[in-house]
């Protein structure tokens, strides 16, 4: 299955002096600050009214954790909120609770799309109703959004690379991969393979494509253990659907050994979960990216907020240690930081998978 070529190099990013320097000449238009926004002709919600929040799923302890984020930053950031929809892993479901929260009347939507491409139908139809549309976790391929918030999955790719590289000096490695059909998927793809062709040519990379579904990266993974039992590393890109069934099958097959054992099997995940920093520290997992669950609430609710008074941001640092970049398209999207969490930080209470139950 081909993954699209990893855009990175067309991201345009402004740090140090240049970042100062665009900000001085930008006057009311805000950049990357979420203190001095400007205001840009006319709000289209008039800055008030309710919100809508479309979930791409609920099966997964992170999109748990970010439903249950949702309230509580809402009431931090101001905004009035519809109760959050569930469009339960099915892009056409959630282009239906798009259309049915517009006819609601609401006045701005955050959503995480489940399907770059199959988005714009949504992103289309809000656009026609003159509502902003935030989108979390997931940018579109095309279609109108205010600004995207998510953490630069390119990194998650080459962070799980790196670590693998820096533990198996050579030999199999697998990546249970995402929906490819998600921006996410393909970014944390590429970059992993590419960065492990790059930096460690000892390494054999081994691909399940997964979907973000549980059982299908369970039995993939037990066809290719079977297959290929002298694997030594592994890269979960979704530890909230992965984690689990990858232990499972690594146990049913006496396979799970702990970190500091003979026949360990490193494996690094990325989502941040409780589950994920319970098997850091047991020794069944080494490592993961904290995807900031807190954060997407938080700043999904904070820029449609924005968007609804009609204020614009523009590309460079932020007030909140992330840097707000172009992609390809003109789409605005806010790079939160998703952290490398390992048995030497896994305690770290700043840690949002270490402040919820």
Known sequence: ????????????????????????SLALAACGSTKDTGASGGARGGGTGEVGVVLPLLTSPFWQSYNDYVPKMAKSEGVRTLK????????????TDIDNELNQGVKGLVVAPLDSAAIQAGLDQADRKGVPVVAVDVAPDKG????????????????????????VTSGKVVQIMGDLASVNGRDRSAAFRSCVHR????????????????????????????ADPDIKGIYLQAGGVYLAPTLQTLKSKNMLKAAGRNGHIVIVSNDGIPQEFDAIRKGQID??????????????????????????????????????????????????????????????????GNTVK
């Open 199 to 226: 930096k460690y040519p000892r390494l054999q990379v081994l691909e399940i494509p997964a979907k973000w579904e549980s059982d299908t990266a369970a039995s993939k993974l037990d066809t290719l253990l079977n």
């Open 287 to 352: 490592a993961t990216v904290s995807q900031p669950a807190d954060a997407y609430a938080k700043y999904g609710l904070y820029y449609i907020k924005a968007a609804m008074e009609g204020k614009t941001f523009r590309p460079g640092p932020t007030d909140h240690d992330s840097t707000i970049v172009r992609l390809p398209g003109g789409i605005l999207e806010d790079q939160l930081p998703a952290p490398l969490v390992t048995k030497d930080n896994v305690d770290d209470a700043k840690l949002w």
């Open 84 to 95: 959050t929809v569930n469009s339960n892993s099915d892009p056409s479901q959630q282009i």
């Open 1 to 24: 299955m081909s993954v699209r070529t990893v855009r990175k190099h067309h991201r345009y990013r402004i740090t140090g002096a240049a970042a100062l320097a665009v900000c001085a």
């Open 144 to 167: 109108k959004v205010a600004m995207v918030v998510r953490a630069d999955n390119v990194a998650y790719g080459e962070k799980a690379c790196d670590y693998l590289g820096a533990h």
